[in-house]
């Protein structure tokens, strides 16, 4: 069975400045991992995704996230976020049964 | 050019109705998929069809039945609908291993 963690519900973070947006993923076989952003009122947008090779993965907007094996993590960052940034993101995690699990979700604000 | 399209947006009923929201995708995947998503934002998988087939029904009652008529379509039907299915469902494709792509959600709202 996979799963996947989102410790922090909310994250306030003052513009400009940067934030990690914490996923921990726990699953018996290999797996894929995602980020998909969800801005108020719209649906899932993905963000970025990771299927196999380098551990780095950069997305769109800026955001980058980093697969950690050993630690089963995959944290989403940014090192300068922006007002616009303001929306829920949502790790996931997808193996080859294509089921898709979400994480519950992290709310992120940006303070002016 | 939408890529997965639901309809409608909003959807407001009356307890014990029964409704239907509809689910297309122009992008030729195989799999396609409901999601449910509370007002807490929880997003849970209801079903997965691959090529019209059901391969993945969560544990969700009995009277929401997914229909797919062709590969490019996945329909959601709820009898009786109940208070406690007001949300916001997902319809999202994907190809194998690939990542999903979500419509833009329908917001029910059950009186």
């Known amino acids: 069975a996979q799963s996947v963690t989102q410790l922090d519900s909310q994250v306030p973070v003052f513009e400009e400045a940067p934030v990690e947006l914490r996923c921990n993923y726990s699953s018996s076989v290999s797996v894929y991992l995602f980020w998909y952003v969800q801005y108020p009122n719209q649906g899932l947008q993905l963000l970025l995704k990771y299927l196999s090779g380098s551990t780095l993965v950069k997305g769109i907007n800026g955001f980058e996230a980093e697969f950690n094996k050993s630690q089963t993590s995959f944290h989403l960052r940014k090192p300068s976020v922006h007002i616009s940034d303001t929306a829920e993101y949502f790790c996931?995690?997808?193996?080859?049964?294509?089921?898709?699990?979400f994480g519950k979700g992290t709310r992120l604000h940006i303070l002016p | 050019d939408t890529a997965v399209s639901q309809t409608p947006k909003y959807l407001v009923t009356q307890m014990g109705n029964d409704k239907s929201i509809k689910c297309e995708q122009n992008?030729?995947?195989?799999?396609m998929y409901w999601y449910k998503q509370d007002s807490k934002k929880f997003l849970k998988i209801m079903f997965s069809?691959?090529?019209?087939?059901?391969?993945i029904n969560e544990t969700v009652p009995n009277r929401f039945s997914p229909k797919s008529p062709d590969k490019a379509h996945l329909n959601l039907h709820i009898n009786s609908l109940e208070l406690g299915d007001s949300a916001v469902y997902f319809c999202?494709?994907?190809?194998?291993?690939?990542?999903?792509?979500f419509g833009q959600g329908t917001r029910l709202t059950v009186v």
């Open positions: 999202a494709s994907s190809q194998v291993t690939g990542s999903a792509f």
């Open positions: 992008l030729g995947h195989d799999t």
């Open positions: 996931a995690v997808g193996n080859r049964d294509d089921k898709i699990i």
């Open positions: 069809y691959n090529n019209k087939e059901l391969i």
